[in-house]
């Protein structure tokens, strides 16, 4: 089977894939839809930061140093997703899927294969047909983990990666989080987010992307809970530290955390006053930590308590 005969399978394996879960059978219509005009964009060095918000750190990392590729694609002059991948450094016909990611609103649209089939093909032209495999170590997610079934990846749990921890909420009461007195830093401010201004919450954003700690966008930032999510604020008023929730009654997930050089009271000031309102309005609920870093994983085990159920990645696989 040639090149071209793998990508027109490829494309009809997408094209004729039926819904198999509800989750699929929900969202099946609107990938009937046409699709809008759109342009596609290779990434190199130089443009990182025209994708930047819609790639893992490490993906915008790999690029910047040359040592993955990766598309945008634009609609309306505005990147609305963005992929990246790279040759695995110990088997030169293997494939890593780095990141694959597009923007919540405009998902369901097949940008996300669109995507993928556009790297497919130019991986394929790039190494002479010499990559014989694709894989992808992802978070678990309904709408990626779709996407890639359709694409003909198989799909299973990993084995030794965790991607978080799920509580529940009412555990945190006797968690040694709750057990201390959090002790502002001085001169700062404890703020919930649906207390600060827009521009305060770009401004947020930016220190977050410039930490290459943005595992939120902008638009996620604005939806998330803003009673429940916290920011704290320097004597000028920049972000210092914040802990972000997203979800609804029964799920929820602290989506981003993060202190401006790792300072410990700053996090423990903002999860302890994110902790007091889950107890209060959402103690029924269950909670997600995702285990993003090494350092998270140890915040997590130290402030919000071992035990609970582990969630593990999954590893995704296309033979081709």
């Known amino acids: 089977m040639d090149d071209l005969e793998i990508r ?45 918000p819609l790639l893992t750190p490490e993906a915008a990392e790999m690029i910047r140093d040359d040592e993955a590729f990766g598309f945008a694609i634009v609609e309306e002059d505005e990147v609305r997703g963005a992929v990246c991948a790279r040759l695995d450094p110990e088997n030169e016909i293997c494939l890593q899927l780095v990141s694959l990611y597009v923007v ?3 998902r369901r649209r097949r940008l996300g294969g669109t995507l993928l089939i556009e790297l497919l093909e ?3 032209e790039t190494f002479d047909g010499t990559v014989a495999r694709v894989e992808a170590l992802l978070c678990p997610e309904p709408g990626l983990e779709a996407l890639l079934k359709k694409a003909g990846f198989k799909l299973e ?38 207390k600060l201004s827009p521009n305060r919450i770009r401004q947020l954003f930016r220190t977050l992307e410039s930490a290459g700690a943005d595992y939120m966008d902008i638009n996620q930032l604005y939806q998330a809970l803003p009673g429940v999510s916290f920011v704290l604020l320097d004597a000028k008023g920049h972000p210092v530290a914040c802990a972000v929730l997203s979800g609804g009654k029964e799920r929820l997930c602290l989506s981003q955390f993060f202190t401006a ?55 995704a696989v296309l033979e081709l």
Request: hydrophobic share 40%; aromatic share 4%; charged share 25%.
């Open 8 to 52: 027109q399978e490829q494309q009809e394996q997408i094209d004729e894939w039926e819904p198999e879960d509800e989750w699929e059978q929900q969202n099946a219509q609107d990938e009937q839809d046409e699709l809008p005009p759109i342009e596609m964009y290779s990434i190199g060095p130089q443009d990182v930061a025209l994708a930047a």
């Open 104 to 106: 919540p609103q405009y």
């Open 122 to 124: 130019a991986c394929q």
């Open 157 to 194: 749990e990993d084995e030794k990666g965790v991607h978080s921890n799920i509580v529940s909420v009412s555990a945190l009461a006797d968690s040694p989080l709750m057990k201390h007195k959090a002790v502002l830093p001085g001169d700062c401010t404890l703020v919930s987010l649906d």
């Open 261 to 315: 050089g790792g300072s410990a009271a700053a996090g423990m000031a903002v999860l302890q006053a994110a902790a007091r309102v889950l107890l209060e309005q959402y103690a029924a609920a269950r909670l997600e930590i995702p285990l993003l870093t090494a350092s998270s994983a140890g915040l997590a085990e130290r402030l919000l308590g071992g035990g609970g159920e582990r969630v593990p990645l999954i590893r």
